[in-house]
């Protein structure tokens, strides 16, 4: 019993491990604005709210075992009303500055963290920014996200 209450203490750290992803976006201008919520998506089928803020920027966490997100804002007046999804924007792991292309920058943030327990470039998720992460990188080289 002891070694199952253990477990399930420890199992977050390795499951639910995440990596920040900032974002803004243009204010809505309509008067009777209220606040946004971020939804995100792992498959771009199935959108869960992630927060809602009043902010126009925001820092939200992507779970390291997927290798993309999808992220859309909607905005809400103050009756509740809640608008359209705006146009989303997709993160790929391994596009470590969110740049869209695999080239020098991310390798500079690689060596950066070399050694390290960053999960920002820790891209296989074994706990280690090492020659593993870097071997993703170079098979990635040059390649373009849409
Ligand atoms: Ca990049
Ligand atoms: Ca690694």
């Known amino acids: 019993?002891?070694?199952?209450?253990?477990?399930?203490?420890?199992?977050?750290?390795?499951?639910?491990?995440?990596?920040?992803?900032?974002?803004?976006?243009?204010?809505?201008?309509?008067?009777?604005?209220?606040?946004?919520?971020?939804y995100t998506s792992y498959d771009n089928i199935v959108f869960t709210q992630d927060t809602i803020t009043a902010d126009t920027a925001i820092t939200i966490k992507m779970l390291t075992e997927y290798s993309w997100i999808i992220i859309a804002v909607t905005a809400i007046d103050s009756s509740g009303n809640e608008s359209e999804f705006s146009e989303s924007v997709q993160k790929y792991r391994i596009d470590i500055n969110s740049d869209k292309i695999i080239?020098?920058?991310?390798?500079m943030y690689l060596k950066r963290f070399w050694g390290t327990r960053n999960v920002l470039t820790d891209l296989n998720n074994d706990g280690l920014t090492d020659g593993l992460d870097q071997l993703i990188l170079q098979r990635n080289w040059g390649r373009v996200f849409p």
């Open 103 to 107: 080239d020098g920058i991310d390798w």
């Open 1 to 38: 019993m002891k070694k199952f209450i253990l477990i399930c203490l420890l199992l977050p750290f390795f499951a639910f491990a995440q990596v920040p992803i900032k974002l803004s976006w243009s204010a809505n201008s309509e008067s009777d604005l209220s606040h946004y919520a971020i």
